[in-house]
């Protein structure tokens, strides 16, 4: 018998499940997410589920991690600061694909090099200027990433920059080629620049988790989920932690799939900081042929087709204060909601608290809180930023207490982007205390906190609400109102046919609404969402079934669904994948381009049969040094060609191998 933990940390609650041998659930249990410290969290969590099922810790055969740290990183803004080294391309180049917002003012040079498309170097690569730039301009730069200009037919530029950059800083460097075969240097650019930012991030988490596992006895090795729901190990992670994007919700596809053994069917995971929707058509979860997208951000990782929005159970409360009745809307940033806040440091809450409901007028900062976070490097931080720092101290404090002009504001927002500070404020599960679905912290503190927010006025004049009831009831609504939104979205882009306008905008055309509600005048509309929605996450049951209302459609809330994330870490396979071209850059000459640099042939077979040979080789390698047993191959070739003059011309050949099998397990 083989006793499998699967362990998801989200952006609220850690979960652990214990399994045997893939065929059922022996126990699950849930703990805090520890922000300051992940490992904390983890550690509760495995400790919970080893205590609730009488397994010994020396009884796992296989520990395996699925993590909502990168995507929600990405999805705040948060992240290490990066330097980016761009050889071969024009400053406009900067502009493309969303670098610029990518880089978040961070350093960025532009150095004369690169290749061709047929591999050969077009421009010497500037030493010189690199070596200025790293001396005069990288203070404080925790990664660096570099892109070449076609890097994939010819990576020795990016080789070169990354030897004086590893030589002359001694911080970790990303490299595009190492993350995509695939052209397109500014999007490779926004991979290696989003990967060198959550490096230090990803590496703090998994060596953590590991030493957590070692001091709880568990000597299983460990797994780490990737954006497709196939398994890496945790070394792996730690060089490459852009591809554990999605992670935890390409296992919550996994764990849907295990748990219901539905083939078609609506995949949405409802977290603390985000709601991620994907469809399962066949019973496997797509894979996005243009790359994940998660925080506004297109990368060129492979990942599960999936619609992430910041939507969760954790979400910012915001008043619409515009027209005669205003509203809230929710999101996208996550904030720690009050009733958690108060349950872990109630003193200081209530009493800030208390001292706001006694004032006769309602403040712009009220029922919102700040405290520092521990453990997280200060490097780089402006004199403001400092300063704000250093007011905010120790302990939890009232935000009205620290912002003392509006200008602050975009200061805190800097590190709150750092990971340097956490803010706490009106959440859905807080309304979800006062309305006494959820017990689980400060029901008492909830209630001030939407009683503050309650007293916000609108554009008429009056009251947001005439009590905390209502408001909360007023949250929950929207929470169904914008999940449903979602929900649509991610049904319309997926339709076939499509209908010839952007999902957004299919989801609130005011036909589709109109014919959610039932309309009847000189025409009847009616709409429905007509596939089966499998809910997810610890909050489905409270918010979900008004869901399934709202789209007239059948939602299905399977047992255990509050850990799928965590079952789907441990029943996945481990899966990689080499990609490689083959290009013609004259009649009769086939080139292949490998990291080693190109290599000709006078004939187009021997030139493909190199190729594979070294991809097989490649994904092996990185097959077995990821823990998988009875490894499979299987080899894709894509040939395109062209006619001319009566006959086919060889334009480019690119070879997919893939390398599969389950990981390797602990015996004894």
Not at 454 to 472: C, D, I, K, T
């Amino acid at each position: 018998m083989a006793v499998l933990l699967g362990v998801d940390t989200g952006g609220t609650y850690t979960d652990a499940v214990l399994l045997r041998d893939e065929a059922e659930v022996i126990a699950s249990a849930k703990a805090l997410t520890t922000r300051a410290d992940l490992a904390i969290g983890v550690g509760a969590a495995i400790g919970a589920v080893l205590e609730r099922s009488g397994v010994l810790a020396s009884e796992i055969s296989l520990a395996s991690l699925s993590t909502t740290l990168a995507t929600n990183a990405l999805v705040e803004g948060q992240g290490g600061r990066v330097a980016l080294v761009f050889i071969g391309f024009r400053e406009s180049d900067l502009e493309k694909h969303g670098l610029h917002d990518a880089l978040k003012g961070d350093p960025a040079v532009v150095l004369s090099g690169g290749h061709s498309h047929a591999g050969s170097e077009a421009q010497p690569l500037d030493i010189a200027a690199l070596k200025t730039f790293l001396d005069s301009e990288c203070d404080g730069v925790s990664g660096f990433a570099v892109a070449a200009q076609f890097a994939t037919r010819n990576p020795a530029h990016e080789v070169l920059a990354a030897q004086v950059i590893a030589e002359r800083t001694g911080a970790p460097v990303t490299c595009s080629h190492q993350l995509s075969a695939k052209l397109n240097g500014p999007k490779r650019a926004v991979t290696a620049v989003l990967n060198a930012r959550l490096i230090g991030m990803i590496d703090r988490l998994i060596g953590r988790a590991q030493d957590t596992l070692v001091d709880l006895g568990i000597t299983a090795p460990m797994m780490v989920v990737r954006g497709d729901g196939a398994l890496m190990s945790s070394e792996q992670a730690r060089e490459r932690p852009i591809e554990t994007i999605l992670s935890g919700p390409a296992a919550s596809i996994v764990g849907a799939r295990w748990l219901t053994g539905a083939d078609e069917a609506l995949v949405s995971d409802i977290g603390g900081t985000t709601t991620d929707v994907a469809l399962l058509r066949g019973g496997k979860p797509a894979i996005d042929p243009q790359g994940a997208r998660v925080g506004g951000f297109r990368t060129m990782v492979e990942a599960v087709a999936m619609h992430t929005s910041g939507l969760g159970g954790d979400s910012q409360v915001h008043v619409q204060s515009e027209g005669l009745l205003g509203g809230v809307f929710l999101g996208p940033r996550r904030v720690v909601p009050v009733s958690l806040i108060a349950h872990e440091s109630p003193q200081a809450v209530h009493h800030a608290l208390d001292a706001q409901l006694r004032e006769q007028l309602p403040g712009e900062q009220d029922g919102r809180f700040v405290r520092a976070m521990d453990n997280v490097p200060t490097d780089g931080l402006g004199a403001r930023e400092q300063t704000l720092l250093e007011r905010i101290g120790d302990g939890v404090r009232p935000l009205a207490a620290i912002l003392r002009s509006r200008m602050e504001q975009s200061v805190l927002g800097r590190l709150v982007d750092r990971g340097l500070v956490q803010l706490a404020g009106v959440t859905p599960s807080d309304a979800s205390h006062v309305l006494g679905r959820l017990n689980d912290w400060d029901s008492d503190a909830a209630h001030k906190a939407l009683a503050l927010l309650a007293r916000r006025r609108v554009g008429s004049g009056e009251r947001l609400s005439a009590s905390p009831e209502m408001l909360a009831r007023m949250i929950v609504d929207q929470l169904t109102e914008q999940t449903a939104l979602t929900l649509l979205e991610t049904a319309f882009a997926e339709e076939e046919p499509g209908f010839g306008l952007p999902p957004d905008l299919l989801a609130r055309h005011v036909l589709t609404q109109r014919g959610f509600s039932g309309h009847r005048g000189l025409l009847a509309l009616d709409a429905a969402l007509n596939v089966d929605v499998i809910g997810l996450g610890a909050s489905a049951p409270s918010y979900y079934p008004a869901v399934g209302d709202r789209l007239h459609g059948r939602m299905i809330l399977p047992p255990h669904a509050g850990v799928a994330n965590a079952i789907g870490a441990v029943v996945g396979r481990v899966t990689m994948r080499r990609s490689g071209s083959i290009t013609s850059p004259s009649e009769g000459r086939y080139r292949v381009h490998l990291d080693s640099g190109p290599e000709d042939f006078a004939a187009s077979e021997p030139a493909m049969e190199r190729l594979e040979a070294v991809l097989r080789d490649q994904a092996r390698r990185a097959a077995q040094a990821a823990g998988a047993e009875g490894i499979q191959i299987t080899i894709e070739r894509d040939i395109r060609s062209a006619r001319a003059e009566a006959k086919d011309v060889f334009v480019e050949a690119r070879i997919t191998v893939q390398a599969s099998g389950r990981p390797r397990v602990a015996v004894g």
